[in-house]
């Protein structure tokens, strides 16, 4: 089981790396599928899990010129408020509508992948 | 948020993946604040898949630099796919 953890971990940070997002759409379902937390709980987990993910990947990132820090702090700092509501709207609303709109996106963010043009 | 930051403020791509991952930092950490205090994190559990996921992001943000990323972005689709169809039958 904690071998499973480590996968879903390295594989996560692999996808944050590489696609900038946090990891969270591996997260979730890896720790819903392979440790069994509920959803709820899972989502909770799995913003843990991102903090470092994230500051380490900019931390690259600006290494290899990619990181506008400015930007992403602002972007970040205006967020905190709906992140912070988001987190509230969670822990009020039926479990099984996280689970089906967290599938949703997924759903959405596997079609923007599969439609998105490669730039290399 | 990758997208917003190509079309908005007109990003190339690798800006913008590296650019919202510091925003995504801030935002989790907020958010993470948050959910502690309804007791939604399990510590351990987080830190059991957060500490290996920082080796993946060092090979992730090497493996980006060096690898076209078409196969990858397909492969990362069908499994997002399959976690969906998961979520929605268990």
């Known amino acids: 089981m904690s071998?499973?953890?480590v996968a879903i971990?390295?594989?996560?940070?692999a996808i944050a790396g590489m696609f900038g997002v946090?990891?969270?759409v591996i997260f979730v379902p890896g720790l819903v599928i392979l440790l069994?937390?509920?959803q709820v709980d899972a989502e909770a987990t799995s913003l843990l899990a991102i903090v470092p993910v994230a500051i380490?990947?900019?931390y690259r990132q600006s290494g290899y010129g990619n990181l506008r820090l400015r930007d992403g702090i602002m972007v970040g700092a205006l967020a905190i408020p709906f992140a912070a509501l988001g987190v509230?709207?969670?822990n009020a609303v039926p479990e099984r509508a996280i689970e089906l709109g967290f599938a949703a996106l997924l759903v959405y963010v596997a079609i923007g992948l599969l439609r998105s043009d490669s730039h290399e | 948020m990758v997208p917003l930051f190509i079309l908005w403020l007109g990003y190339e791509e690798r800006e913008a993946t590296g650019t919202s991952l510091a925003a995504i930092a801030i935002i989790a950490a907020a958010a993470v604040v948050v959910q502690l205090t309804y007791g939604n994190v399990h510590v351990g559990d987080g830190l059991l898949v957060g500490i290996p996921a920082v080796g993946g992001v060092l090979a992730g943000t090497w493996l980006q630099q060096r690898?076209?990323?078409r196969k990858l972005q397909v492969l990362f689709a069908l499994l997002l796919l399959a976690s969906a169809v998961k979520l929605v039958v268990a």
């Open chain 2, 67 to 69: 690898v076209p990323r």
């Open chain 1, 88 to 90: 509230v709207v969670v």
């Open chain 1, 36 to 38: 069994g937390l509920d």
């Open chain 1, 56 to 58: 380490v990947g900019a």
């Open chain 1, 3 to 5: 071998l499973g953890a």
């Open chain 1, 9 to 13: 971990g390295f594989v996560a940070g």
């Open chain 1, 22 to 24: 946090g990891g969270g």
